[in-house]
């Protein structure tokens, strides 16, 4: 039976940025239409799994990507395959001290819009500034990479060779880490282009 696949979009925005691909989009506690307070990354995982009727292969955007991982390596039994675009297993330590300190006062003095200007021009959608922020820096504390090696799913790594947000390196670093992976490498930035989101529909469909 074809179970549609699960899309987990990035920190700062929301279900429509897989607005054009079939299948299950969530939002994030804080984001878009999900109203829901955030707690934490874990509960984040925990209600994704529970609201899954069975088995679906699973699409994660940077912060999606890493909760894609998470719920692949707790709820294996839900989870197909996994595609990761533009994610880091570790994106605390894909920037420096300094960048970071410069990202969290540029987003607080600006707001996330600005850093969605950055990443993909004129992108709308609710978000709850300050419960989002909580969730930035859980996101930029979770290190995956102990984890990754004992995940045994297939795994596609997709990621943009100008990414500013999630550098190329991490793509690489990513893909060592896991058992059974494939990587490709895009032209285009963070944001998921018409190109990359047309890989995807791609690998859903070859089975």
Do not use: Q
């Not at 920190?11 to 994030?28: C, R």
């Not at 899954?52 to 719920?71: E, F, I, M, N």
């Not at 969290?104 to 300050?130: L, P």
């Not at 790594?157 to 893909?175: C, M, N, S």
């Amino acid at each position: 039976m074809y179970m549609p696949p699960l899309y987990i979009h990035g920190w700062g925005f929301s279900s429509k940025v897989f607005a054009s691909l079939p299948g299950i989009k969530p939002d994030l506690p804080a984001h878009g239409r999900n109203t829901n307070p955030y707690t934490c990354l874990d509960d984040v995982v925990r209600d994704i799994a529970l609201s899954l009727p069975s088995r679906h292969d699973v699409v994660g955007w940077s912060l999606g990507g890493s909760l894609a991982l998470l719920l692949a390596l707790r709820f294996p039994s839900k989870v197909g395959r996994v595609i990761l675009l533009g994610t880091s297993p570790y994106f605390g330590g894909a920037w420096s001290r300094a960048n970071l300190r410069a990202f969290r006062s540029m987003v607080r003095k600006r707001g996330i819009g600005a850093f969605r200007e950055i990443v993909a021009g004129g992108f709308e959608d609710h978000v709850e500034e300050e419960e989002a922020l909580r969730m930035l820096e859980d996101y930029i504390n979770l290190d995956l990479r102990a984890r990754i090696p004992f995940l045994d799913k297939e795994v596609v790594v997709v990621h943009g060779e100008r990414d500013t947000v999630v550098p190329l390196r991490e793509a690489f670093l990513l893909h060592n880490l896991l058992r059974r992976s494939k990587l490709i490498i895009l032209p285009g930035g963070h944001f998921p282009s018409e190109n990359e989101r047309a890989v995807v529909s791609s690998l859903l469909a070859s089975g």
